[in-house]
């Protein structure tokens, strides 16, 4: 019996059923995670009124402070025992706070909202956002710790958030389409289902989904144990590849509906279809990549998604405007690649967790994915800065009759079409030599049964 043969069979596989229901509230929380860097800077400057630059500040600073809470988050949830499991609980109160949250954000606020309402809703927001996401990701690493169904458990989970993606990404333009409103209905809807969605998937999860207790000492919350993750060659590679998989497409979404309004020409419902396709390119593309993974080991995997997403989007976004099918194709094959970077991430560092604790006997899996949660964060922080580089360019998010300027313009075909791609290589690139392959994955998780079931003898 191989390696990897024998860690499989210590854990029972877990059925399509079982990742439909752990993975349905990716419904909601993606909804959440494309209204943040995407929907909602461009709702607050366009129909509340705030300027470019106050939007992206207030952003920003929300995002800092938001990546402070997430270690005491991860470290909260690696020291909860309870009779519902780890991870579950936190899943349960953050219900509450982002369905308020959304009912604030989405379905209350009126023009001429002052900065400090975006500010105190937005940071509230985040928080339950930030407890929603870790404690699933927590959940999906116990639910399956071997290495290629880590993979198969985090795709389900990526393919999830896609099709969340796409159905909040749908209803504005259904909305504006159908008559039943303009475009700030469609965001008040948005809202509203967000509200009804979550209390219904969560609920399910909870009751149809098991929570596996792994063993392991209670984790300590020094700074040296902290800082010294950052040490292990695994995470450091992990984190500066998803920061710059977190700025490429933070930049993409927040510059969006400028690029193809104001450069190609497309009004918004026709750019909101763009990112539609994009996105369910990456619905269609993720199982390839999640089998992919387990053909040539995640770390290659993602780095071959990466440089192919690169030329793929440096491509798409070239073709020329008035031509709305080619473009849409186009940003369909551009998309194919997008889910590889969010899951394989995870499903890597879940990976480093089991490392962790094969080492220190401590475990810190909980703490880990904050981290990593924590570096996606500080990439959505950094893609604002083209608002602030684009508001001292002059350039406006309504420009009126005159039009932005040539320079104006100029930036804004940088920033979108070149940043992205150059980022989006070095991705890639950043995990060259990688350590912790399947091979060396199997036989900790090998040496980690073992001891395990000698502590519960």
């Not at 491509?315 to 849409?328: K, M, Y």
């Not at 075909?413 to 940043?419: D, E, R």
């Not at 998780?445 to 519960?456: V, W």
Request: proline content about 6%.
């Amino acid at each position: 019996m191989t390696a990897r043969s024998a860690s499989a069979s210590a854990t029972p596989r877990r059925s399509n059923a079982v990742l439909a229901a752990f993975s349905g509230p990716c419904l909601p929380l993606a909804a959440f995670g494309v209204a943040l860097p995407v929907t909602l800077p461009e709702f607050y400057a366009t129909f509340v009124g705030l300027e470019l630059g106050v939007v992206a500040a207030v952003f920003m600073a929300v995002r800092l402070i938001d990546i402070l809470f997430d270690p005491f988050i991860g470290w909260g949830m690696d020291r909860t025992r309870t009779r519902f499991g780890r991870y579950r609980p936190w899943m349960a109160l953050s219900t509450p706070m982002l369905m308020l949250a959304a009912y604030m954000m989405f379905v209350v606020v009126q023009p001429g909202a002052p900065p400090v309402y975006l500010f105190g809703w937005l940071l509230f927001l985040y928080l339950g956002f930030s407890i929603g996401t870790l404690g699933q990701l927590g959940w999906a690493a116990v639910l399956a710790p071997q290495y290629d169904q880590r993979s198969r458990v985090y795709g389900w989970w990526q393919v999830f958030n896609i099709i969340g993606v796409v159905l909040i990404l749908v209803l504005p333009t259904v909305v504006v389409q159908t008559g039943l409103g303009n475009y700030a209905d469609g965001v008040r809807i948005m809202g509203w289902a967000i509200v009804i969605a979550l209390p219904l998937t969560i609920g399910l999860a909870m009751v149809a989904v098991p929570e596996p207790v792994t063993a392991g000492g209670q984790p300590h919350g020094s700074l040296s144990a902290y800082l010294s993750l950052f040490r292990k060659p695994v995470v450091r590679k992990l984190l500066l590849s998803d920061l710059l998989l977190g700025v490429a497409p933070g930049i993409t979404g927040s510059l969006l509906f400028f690029f193809f309004g104001q450069i190609r020409g497309y009004d918004h419902t026709q750019a909101g279809l763009f990112m539609l396709f994009y996105f369910v390119a990456g619905l269609c593309g993720a199982p390839f990549w999640a089998w992919f993974a387990t053909r040539v080991g995640k770390d290659r995997g993602l780095a071959v998604a990466s440089v192919v997403s690169a030329v793929l989007y440096v491509g798409a976004t070239l073709v020329p405007g008035g031509n709305f099918v080619l473009t849409a194709v186009v940003m369909f094959i551009a998309g194919l690649p997008y889910a590889a970077g969010l899951f394989l991430t995870r499903a890597m560092m879940a990976d480093a967790g089991d490392e962790e604790r094969f080492e220190t006997g401590v475990d810190r899996t909980g703490l880990m994915l904050s981290i990593l949660s924590a570096t996606t964060k500080i990439g959505h922080v950094v893609a604002l800065i083209p608002y602030l580089i684009l508001q001292g360019v002059g350039f406006r998010a309504l420009p009126g009759p005159a039009g932005n300027s040539d320079a104006a313009l100029l930036t804004l075909q940088i920033l979108f079409i070149a940043v992205p791609g150059v980022l989006l290589v070095l991705a890639g690139a950043v995990l060259k030599n990688y350590p912790l392959t399947a091979k060396r994955h199997d036989e900790i998780r090998l040496a980690l049964e073992a001891r395990d079931a000698g502590a519960r003898a």
